[in-house]
């Protein structure tokens, strides 16, 4: 089946729902980071540890998708071959290969650029889902449950987008620099 390129393909879809669920368990990394900094911050009566935990919290999306990723991959070589991509070779070892950390980057990179959209929309939108900023305004749970399901439909659709775009950039160099014969 043909897709134009401009709509994102359904292998774009997949990592995008892929990097969703992770976001829960990314999530409860960095909440355990950061707790962990708070704890060593009031043991020894000093911000450096909760400023140091927390930028190892806001990086650490990078590791555990790179190890997600290469855990996937140790899967596929062993038990599906076939469905193992030609690009990726066969995955061996305990540590992520070059592939994985780059699919960590790339995938941290994704996440933040689309929480950073969803968060210029937000803004925008908040008054048309009846939404206030102020701390003293009472807001709708159904308002809010409305705007948080739109906010997650954006955000998967900025998530799958940018996964298209990555999919066309590597096509193209591909392409570029594929031997001519």
Known sequence: MKYPKWFPYPSSWLNAILLAFLTGLVG??????????????????????????????????????????????????????????????????????????????????????????CLIIMILAHEGFNVSFDKNSVNSEVDIERLSGFLGCIWLTITAYLYQFTYLAEQRLRDVFRPRV
Not at 67 to 92: C, D, M, S
Not at 93 to 113: A, D, K, N, Q, R
């Open 28 to 117: 409860y990394v960095m909440q355990g980071l950061i707790w962990t900094g708070f704890g060593m911050s009031v043991m020894v009566d000093a911000p450096e540890p909760v400023i140091i935990m927390s930028v190892v919290a806001i990086l650490s999306p990078i590791v555990v998708i790179a190890a997600v990723h290469h855990i996937i991959h140790l899967f596929l070589t062993q038990f599906a071959p076939k469905l193992q991509a030609p690009e990726i070779g066969k995955t061996t070892g305990l540590f992520p290969g070059l592939f994985s950390w780059w699919e960590g980057l790339w995938s941290w990179m994704t996440m933040m650029v689309s929480i950073l959209m």
